[in-house]
């Protein structure tokens, strides 16, 4: 990407960042703080609204206590002028302290006075509809009952009390004031009570606010629940109106009323509005600034960038380092253009002895590994977006090792210089041949129009390879594994190609060697799978995916089943049915053939003793690897078996394969401990290895089993049958039972009779079965033409 767009792309990250930033900022911080004022708005607002409450109940303590402390009330409360009634109205002093003017001016709805027992001397309620002075309620007289229960005595003049009380029409604000004499030298005689209707309009009067509305209303368990045990709380947000609530105790400190202040946002409306004008304008502002900065870049900094590329451009191409750039000024363009100039006066000293000591592999003078990563980069980068293709050689001489290892390092530095050579002399004067390492060989073909070309090219390289090499009167025959890679169809990346041809070369080692392999995606999937299979092999026994299959053994004489081979079936939670050919390799590279060998032998007893339960007296024979055998614990792992499931030695047959035989003396002795303890040895798969023949008398065997690639070669053909009848008869005259295996047609099983097979196996007779299908076969007449 060209720095013009870098730096175009930069600014308006920092643009956008910016105004991101800025957005973030008006609105988490600006307009949470705008509605936090809001809210302690409100909450002034509320405690205004309280103080106003608590006001009104002191203004209505003042009002009646010009009524309470007067002589004139001490002395109609001393003398109980009532007469036996406490509502009488007929006195001079009620007349004329308590009409109707006394309750409108002070806007009371009630006034009672109670002497020191509670009990009302006077009382009276106002109806403003009526305009008349009317008896207590029995509301009134039980609510003086409770206040004279509940609260404590006024003892002297300055003691008081004010709050509010629920009643059936509604809240009343109350007030009680000690009756005392004017000079206050005398007890306390009573109690002076006045409440005020707590009506909506009395709320109104008291809270004169035209931006809020308030609302009073009683305590419920709706309320309370929601206010969450808070004294003061708020509710969200609704319809641009915030709405904050308080609890205000009764005249007995319990919860009487709710107090709810309700109005809209206003700072939070105006701190909206006004954000949204400053983001229309720090958008513009941003957007001038980011054009500014643009012709400043591209005019003060790309331009003069420009020339000095088109300067350094201009010596690349004509490859003259005596070229030199001129100075066009004395910024830190100049200064880079004078360091320019001194590093190529350094490089033009340096350049020849830089490449000899860098780039060349010092015992081939091939270019090294970073020279070679170079060249794939560069060839790339030519082809990238045309219709070419490069081919990667990746080169591994086989069994190099052994050169160093037993003739020395001299002779193996003279083959791979020899090597190097010849590999130089078949390719094209355009490609590019590399040492990355030991015996690893790189060929970047750069010139190769199509596949034919390629196999030729390829043909030429592995032809040269295979030559001898003459070092020091020593004929030395070498060969090499060669793995191909191609751009761009199998990768555009230098790394991932050389991986790739790697991992084809890797494939050829696993496959014989000597050949040539092109990376595919199947290849990569292939090894893959095999990973994965590994892995998985590990719990597919506690997993509960592994089967045994038996597949019956005739006894060529009564042609009766007397043995079952036990066959190990895999069902992959992955990849579903695997074959044994697949996985056993497997489990015996990665270990877990141990682990799998004792299952199996566990499941065959478990069977064997199912089968002898019903009466089939039959003999497992079970493969067991190289790696079982040489691990301590085989004899005293089958002895167990025997024991917990009740079976004699005779009942398992022992399978080795001639790769077990070639393991050392430890086998030889484990082999022998085995046939001591009564176990029968089967040879599975004679005639394939080179030296079966030497270990038939020394190895402790009952049993050949001849492969299955003997009986598919038998024809009635003269000498069709010469191979498989000398195999039987040294194995009889060596005291030896013979299984031929693999018989797939009726013209084996006849021919393998005549010559005198022991006892035949294959799928003529019948394919491998599931111990419950095996009960269904031995239970069947089944007659085999002799």
Known sequence: ????????????????????????????????????????????????????????????????????????????????????????????????????????????DMIALLDLDGRPLYGGTYDSSLGSVTPLTPEHLSLFKLINSRLPALKNAEDSRSGIVNLDKGPMLITLTPIVNSSKDKPVIGMAVAGRMLHQDEITQIWNDNLSSIKVSRTTSALLAESGGQRVWTSPVSEGQSSIHTVVN??????????????????????????????????????????????????FILGRMSSLVRNIRAIGSSKDLSIRIASSGRDEFGEVEVEFNRMIDSLEQAQNELRQQSMLDPLTQLPNRSLFFARLNEAIAAVKGINRQIVLVFIDLDHFKTVNDTLGHDFGDAILKETAFRISQVVGKHDVVSRLGGDEFTILLSDVPDEGSIAVQLSRIQEALSMPHRIKGHLLYNTASIGISIYPQNGEDADYLVKQADLAMFHVKETGRNNIFQYSEDLEAGIRRKKVLAQQLLSAAAADEFEIHYQPILGAGNLKVAKVEALLRWTSKAYGNVSPAEFIPLAESSGSIVGIGSWVLRQVCSDMRDFRSRGLELTAAVNISALQLMQPGLLELLLELLQEYELPASSLELEITESVLVSGESIFRSLQQLRCHGFRISFDDFGTGFSSLSYLRRFPVDVIKIDRSFVSEMSHAPQGDVLVKAIIELSHNLGLRVVSEGIEHEEQFDMLRALGSDELQGYYISRPLRAKALYSFLAQEITFRG
């Open 1 to 108: 990407m060209k720095l013009r767009k870098k730096i175009i792309i930069f600014i308006c990250a920092i643009a956008v960042l910016g105004i991101g930033a800025t957005y973030l900022l008006l609105h988490l911080i600006l307009l949470n703080r705008f509605e936090k004022l809001d809210g302690e708005q409100l909450q002034r607002n509320l405690d205004k609204a309280v103080a106003s409450y608590n006001e009104e109940l002191q203004d209505m303590r003042t009002g009646l206590m010009n009524y309470s402390i007067r002589d004139e009330t001490y002395r109609f409360m001393e003398s109980g002028t009532g007469p036996g009634s406490a509502y009488s109205s007929d006195t001079a002093f009620i007349r004329s302290n308590f009409d109707q003017t006394t309750y409108e001016i002070n806007r009371y």
């Open 250 to 299: 009764d005249l007995f400190n319990d919860p009487g009323i709710i107090i709810s202040l309700k109005e809209p946002q206003q700072i939070y409306d105006s701190g909206l509005k006004s954000v949204a004008a400053f983001r229309l304008f720090y958008f513009l502002a941003m957007l001038l600034l980011l054009a500014a900065c643009v012709l400043f870049v591209n005019r």
